[in-house]
């Protein structure tokens, strides 16, 4: 298991992201599953950093063995949520259908304050996301 706090500001997503790609990597994923790794981090990162709440920190904890990455980001939030009254929410739906793309379970929770936690697993068949996998073989039956 690993876990990793981070204060919740936009240059601290590329802490998570790069521990992410690494963990990723020694795990003796392929290229494109690290990257699909990737993309899914970038996207839920920006995701809790762009809700009506301004959160105090991140945290991440990852699980995994040989055919599975299991991922859980919190917006941990201050004692007392203040409204940053931001127009540019990011919509949990939307989120959720973009990583539904990159991996196999995924469940975004959110609130009045927006979206607070964000939990998908990401399979491996072959060192290759079987979300990636299952999208490429519907695209070439049409």
């Not at 919740?8 to 699909?36: E, K, P, Y």
């Amino acid at each position: 298991m690993l876990e990793l706090t981070v204060p919740a500001v936009r240059d601290m997503s590329l802490v998570i992201r790069m521990t992410l790609s690494g963990l990723s990597c020694s795990l003796g994923f392929d290229l494109d599953a690290v990257d699909a790794v990737r993309i899914a981090s970038d996207e839920t990162c920006f995701c809790l950093l762009n809700q009506a709440s301004v959160p105090e920190k991140i945290a991440l904890s990852c699980d995994w063995d040989a055919e599975r990455l299991a991922m859980k980001f919190d917006a941990v939030r201050f004692a007392d949520p203040c409204y940053k009254g931001c127009s540019d929410t990011h919509d949990p739906v939307l989120a959720k259908s973009i990583l539904e793309s990159l991996a196999d379970d995924v469940e975004v929770l959110y609130d009045l304050w927006g979206v607070y936690s964000v939990r998908m697993v990401m399979r491996f068949k072959g060192g290759v996301p079987a979300a990636s996998k299952n999208k490429d073989a519907a695209e070439a039956k049409r």
